[in-house]
């Protein structure tokens, strides 16, 4: 009896409900609310609404409806929310993610029942996943329950896709690589760069597991009504504060195919101590084994071998030319604007490219769209700030923030006369602008300007600067596919201003601008192939060199060289291809394209003949835009990772490289007024392969790793010059090179303890870099056409860092560093020639400097830990070189009376105490 009860109200129910759902409304909704439109439909229709007030997100609608159902308006306007309804007479009640059923299915009684028809007992068939949801409800109150999706229902899909994006609650920056699993389905999935993820789940109740080192473990439980948005925050793990300073994700070492990458941590570098207490994430990058500098106080960086030209240096999707400040004292990447800094020595992704040795991709760190927040601090020669606020929560913020110097008496303790009467200034500024349009859209924008200027004699002041403008568009197309359109231009410039005597008063100026568009997209095929593909173009424009007379006095003649123009474009596609639980394979394949065009003109020369003034046979005029020359080929990336167990693995890599610019010096270490020169009629572009190999291993639940890297880098069509070369104005700078070729090799090792009270990593390589200046002209021979060390031969490399947390607010620090010295020409006798004494030297590069070795000490302490307070703040105090070594800077060599005598110079050959103050609100 209760059964047929039961079957004729639901029978009354629903024929209520569809008469109901037929009554016609002629109305109109013009740019109002959700919210708002109901109300509207309430008053015209008759019906009353019953819902909660915070159901409905700002989405603002404009439509209109003439002799329309009001079932058919309720669908439409509530389509693209998780909103369903029961019209129920004059009531039309609505619901958040589940539906009312109203028709009972055919088997809605058990069958067991069907031959009872008096049994009681008899009950509503209650779907699993409602009676798991009371049971969660009522059962453990500390586990989040969540609703997902819009049940439809007349769906039979059984599993729906829920995708979203996870940020850190305090900052609101995404969360990448964190793990999110349903253990009992044997379902996963990870968070990309930008912290979305996507993973297919059954209808129902499903707990998440989330995991994260940084994050530590949490569960979420999850009521999946159909496909939907799933997005939330987590707050990060205290057990941060005792992480390494740099480091990779979580087993990334182990289980990523890519080999050779460092990666930066810029929250933890605060620990270690830098020259003035001005934190630098490049600098602290150069303690890691294969990437070193020069000397103390040189431009640029070496990795693994290579020339200080051959990084591509990128801000944002810029390429940033020159990256230091202050005669390479400081990095010109504003700490406190920086989110993170990737750097790929050994396997370059297929989507860069122009550079042979590496990439060092860094990336500002998103706007805060919750509230206003800043960073700052305060040293002995700089100050920096950098500021934060959202002008839409959660949708539109900005960042901006300047560093400049503001004292230059360091200059002053540098026992280098030439730089202890110099003078020397530099700012940098930065600007971020984010913009989440929907799930789906995000827009990114950057820009970025720096300057330097300095004087090392009376009589000249010399200028560099860069200036960078991006902008990027994010945009998700479904779960498995999304895309990145990228318009980027980089500037850099030089300028040199002289008034000395004989009134040869002059101005000269350098520039080299870039203009990049590039398409990036992204398909997860299956798990097993997930491919990456795209295009971009480049424009180039260098002005070689402009020299105007200063002042009407100046007796200088204006010069202006041609301008140089290139076109770079590529085509690439990658794939990461999971064979099986232990191979993993990244394949890569790109194909650069280089034009030099005109207007232009380009000398010929008898290939009998050196390459001179001289030997010029003919002048070719090229008009503009017209090509005079293309280079091009494949680029071949490779990867790949073996799991021997699941802590240990081995890697290996192939890479072709092609470099189509050129920088231009003959100084030892690199200069700001070096210049830069593309691949012409004359100049063939650089190449390079390399060979990679390493073993990783993690111990202790990764507290601790262990990594050996080896490599092999053999190069083609290096430039270096002849004795005397003169580079400034030169319309014929082809005459002045020597091409050759190159080969670099090394092994790398790394051993690191990532947790606990004392942490710290230490590095060595072993790693050789040699040219060979060959030429069937005895004219263009260097050392016989032998190998020989370049200049950025630097076998060994030593550095220990290493950090111990004293309490919470106290902890000390520790650096320790030793490099080989690098290669010199020695004077080694004299003769006389033509009745006058000449100097004689050595084979180029025969021999070296003292070996560099530098110990540093720092303690860092922190302000109280409440919780409410208007900034948190800590205190850096660090002796730099504390032993007061006198590192040699450079060796030259002086003819006294007739004698030559060989001198050294340093850049800090003093201990040198800082003490910073920074905070953070």
């Not at 002289?498 to 990049?516: A, L, V």
């Not at 997860?524 to 020299?547: A, R, T, V």
């Not at 020359?629 to 072709?656: C, V």
């Amino acid at each position: 009896m209760k059964r047929l009860i039961v079957t004729y109200l639901f029978f009354l129910l629903s024929q209520i409900c569809v008469s109901q759902n037929l009554q016609r409304v002629t109305i109109s909704f013009n740019n109002v609310s959700i919210k708002e439109a109901i109300l509207k439909l309430e008053d015209v229709s008759g019906f009353k609404f019953y819902y909660e007030q915070n159901w409905f997100e700002e989405t603002l609608i404009s439509k209109s409806y003439q002799d329309e159902s009001i079932g058919n308006i309720l669908d439409d306007i509530l389509r693209e929310t998780n909103i369903n309804y029961l019209i129920l007479k004059d009531r039309i009640i609505l619901t958040k993610n589940n539906a009312i059923i109203t028709k009972l299915p055919l088997d809605f009684f058990k069958s067991q029942d069907l031959n009872n028809e008096n049994n009681d007992d008899t009950e509503l068939k209650t779907p699993v996943f409602q009676k798991e949801y009371m049971a969660a409800k009522n059962g453990n109150t500390n586990v989040e329950l969540l609703t997902v999706g819009k049940e439809n229902k007349n769906a039979s899909k059984t599993k729906f896709t829920v995708s979203g994006y996870i940020r850190d609650s305090k900052t609101n920056r995404p969360i990448e690589n964190l793990t999110i699993l349903i253990r009992d389905k044997n379902i996963s999935a990870i968070t990309n760069e930008a912290g979305f993820f996507s993973i297919e789940v059954p209808k129902g109740l499903n707990t998440l597991e989330i995991s994260s080192l940084s994050y530590g473990q949490s569960s979420k439980k999850v009521i999946v009504y159909g496909s939907g948005d799933l997005s939330f925050n987590l707050e990060e793990s205290l057990e941060q504060l005792d992480e390494v300073l740099i480091e990779s994700s979580k087993d990334d070492n182990v289980k990523k195919a890519i080999v050779g990458v460092t990666k930066v941590d810029v929250q933890g570098i605060k620990n270690i101590p830098l020259v003035l207490g001005e934190r630098d994430v490049l600098k602290v990058a150069t303690t890691m084994p294969g990437i070193k500098t020069a000397g103390e106080g040189a431009l640029g960086y070496n990795v693994r071998g290579g020339k200080v030209d051959e990084n591509l240096i990128l801000f944002d999707n810029s390429v940033l030319y020159n990256p230091s400040h202050f005669f390479g004292i400081f990095s010109a990447i504003n700490p406190f604007a920086t989110g993170s800094v990737d750097i790929y020595k050994g396997s370059i992704p297929a989507e860069f490219g122009g550079r042979l040795s590496s990439v060092i991709d860094i990336s500002t760190k998103e706007a805060n769209m919750e509230k206003f927040s800043g960073e700052g601090n305060i040293g002995p020669i700089t100050g920096n700030l950098t500021l934060e606020t959202p002008i839409v929560k959660d949708k539109v913020a900005i960042m901006a923030g300047v560093r400049a110097t503001y004292s230059d008496w360091v200059l002053k303790s540098i026992s280098e006369e030439s730089i202890k009467n110099s003078k020397a200034s530099f700012y940098d500024a930065i600007f971020k602008y984010d913009h989440k349009i929907d799930e789906n859209n995000k827009i990114q924008a950057t820009g970025y300007l720096s300057n330097d200027e300095f004087s090392i004699s009376s009589d000249s002041i010399y200028s560099y600067g860069n200036r960078l403008a991006s902008i990027k568009w994010d945009h998700n197309f479904n779960d498995k596919n999304r895309s990145s359109l990228i318009l980027a231009s980089s500037q850099y410039k030089f300028n040199i201003l002289y008034e000395g005597i004989f009134n040869r008063n002059f101005d000269y100026g350098y520039s080299i601008n870039e203009t990049q568009l590039k398409l990036v997209a992204k398909y997860n095929y299956s798990k097993q192939h997930k491919f990456s593909y795209g295009l971009s173009s480049k424009l180039y424009n260098i002005q070689p060199g402009d020299m105007k007379p200063l002042g009407d006095e100046s007796i200088v003649q204006s010069k202006r060289l041609e301008r140089e123009k290139g076109l770079e474009s590529a085509i690439f596609i990658s794939d990461l291809f999971e064979v099986n639980d232990k191979l993993l394979l990244d394949i890569g394949f790109r194909y650069s394209l280089f034009a030099a065009l005109g207007k232009r003109n380009q000398n010929i020369y008898d290939v009998n003949q050196p390459i001179s003034n001289e030997s010029v046979i003919d002048t070719k005029v090229y008009s503009n835009n017209e090509v005079i020359k293309t280079y091009g080929g494949p680029e071949i990336r490779f990867s790949s990772r073996y799991f021997i167990t699941p802590s240990l693995s081995i890697k290996a890599g192939y890479n072709k490289t092609i470099q189509y610019s050129h920088l231009l010096s003959t100084n030892t270490t690199a200069s700001p007024v070096d210049s830069w020169k593309l691949s012409d009629l004359n100049i063939k572009p650089e190449r390079a392969e390399q060979f990679s190999v390493g073993l990783y291993k993690n111990f202790d639940d990764n507290s601790h790793e262990i990594s050996i890297e080896g490599y092999y880098k053999k190069m083609k069509n290096l430039l270096d010059f002849k004795t005397g070369a003169e580079l400034v104005l030169n319309e014929n700078i082809e005459t002045v090179l020597l091409p050759g070729e190159g080969k670099a090799y090394g092994v790398e090792f790394l051993i690191k303890k990532k947790k606990g009270q004392f942490n710290g990593w230490l590095s060595y390589s072993y790693s050789r870099s040699m040219i060979r200046l060959d030429s069937k002209f005895l004219s263009n021979q260097v050392n016989n056409g032998k190998y020989f060390s370049a200049n950025q031969d630097r076998p060994h490399d030593i550095n220990l860092i290493s950090n111990y947390k004293l309490t919470k607010r106290y902890s000390f620090s520790l650096n320790f560093n030793y490099q080989s010295g690098r290669p010199i020409t020695y004077p080694v006798g004299k003769y006389i020639y033509n009745g006058e004494e000449q100097v004689l030297y050595s084979d180029r590069n025969k021999y070296r400097i003292p070996d560099y070795y530098r110990f540093d000490v720092g303690v860092n302490i922190e302000g109280n830990h409440k919780n409410v307070k208007l900034a948190h703040s800590f205190w850096n105090i660090s002796v730099y070189n504390v032993l007061g070594r006198n590192n040699p800077y450079s060796v030259y060599f002086v003819n006294e009376n007739g004698e030559i005598k060989g001198y050294k110079s340093s850049i800090f050959s003093i201990p040198i105490p800082t003490i910073t103050y920074n905070f953070k609100f």
